[in-house]
């Protein structure tokens, strides 16, 4: 893919670099055509990568535009993600490593990827996957910001920006399970995890380069407290301000809430 879209506003805040998007789609394709070029440059530097994706549904646009781009040795790519549910069926389509089989590992084929065992020992899988975060640095990191700020799945009553751990065992908090059940995920709120294993924010913050790819009305108040509201664990997404290199991709929808222009 060669052409990308204009945003419709640029701004900085703090660390934060936002480019905001007419709709989703065009948000998705050029957050697409910007880690392609971040992955070619740094490909260009060194033997490999190492990157780590969110699964959601807000990243449907970004990743199908990603999956489409030409000339990335994904052979020099070793791929992470960033969360799992604790206890889902192996068969479960919710599992968000089946998620991101789908909608981009089956499709660009990383030489290597590591996906989250949820229905392994949540304490045995957090050392282990730790073990792998911890062999080398990550470059790249793709995510998402939730209804209640969260990233990955750090919601704001577990959220802790000095977390001594790479990887935790978390309660998912009511917000964050209803909007699974919104977002089309799970039919009722009873068939939704209440823990999962995620990264921690330390970890996120410790990768190269951040892209936060965040679309739809649902995330209104999340972006504005991320941007205009003070640095806090009440809004664990506030923290990406401190970032050097974050770039946050959003559509008019997200951002309506930031300024009343839009
Ligand atoms: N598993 C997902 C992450 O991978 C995602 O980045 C985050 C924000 O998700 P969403 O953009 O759907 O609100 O929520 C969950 O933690």
Redesign the pocket.
């Known amino acids: 893919m060669s052409s990308t879209f204009q945003p419709i506003k640029v701004d900085k805040v703090d660390g934060i670099n936002l480019q905001v998007f007419d709709n989703r789609y065009e948000m998705g394709v050029a957050a697409a055509k910007a880690v392609t070029v971040k992955m070619k440059e740094l490909l260009s530097q060194k033997e490999r990568i190492r990157m780590v ?7 449907i646009e970004f990743l199908r535009g990603l999956t489409a781009e030409d000339g990335l040795d994904w052979k020099r790519v070793t791929a992470f ?4 549910y604790i206890g889902l069926l192996e068969d479960a389509p919710q599992r ?1 490593s089946t998620f991101l089989k789908k909608n981009l590992f089956m499709h660009v084929l990383p030489g290597e990827v590591h996906l989250i065992d949820g229905s392994k020992n949540p304490s045995d899988e957090c050392h282990r996957y730790s073990r792998l975060l911890r062999s080398g640095p990550i470059d790249i990191i793709c ?5 209640n700020g ?5 919601d704001p009553h577990v959220a802790n920006f000095q977390d001594p751990e790479v990887m935790k065992v978390v309660h998912l908090d009511e917000a ?1 399970r209803k ?2 059940v919104n ?1 089309g995920c799970f039919k009722q709120l009873d068939d939704v995890p209440t823990h ?1 294993l ?1 990264l921690t924010i330390p970890t996120l913050l410790d990768a190269e380069s951040l892209f936060c ?2 679309p739809g009305e ?2 209104q108040s ?1 972006v504005k407290s991320t941007l205009l509201g003070s640095i806090s664990t009440e809004c664990p997404a506030s923290i990406l301000r401190t970032h050097p290199n974050c770039q946050l991709y959003v559509d008019r929808d997200a951002y309506r809430r930031v300024t009343d222009v839009y």
């Open positions: 994706f969110a699964a959601a549904p807000s990243q993600h960033m969360d799992e968000f995510l998402g910001i939730g209804e969260h990233i990955a799945f750090n964050c909007q699974q977002d999962a995620t790819i965040v649902t995330k999340a």
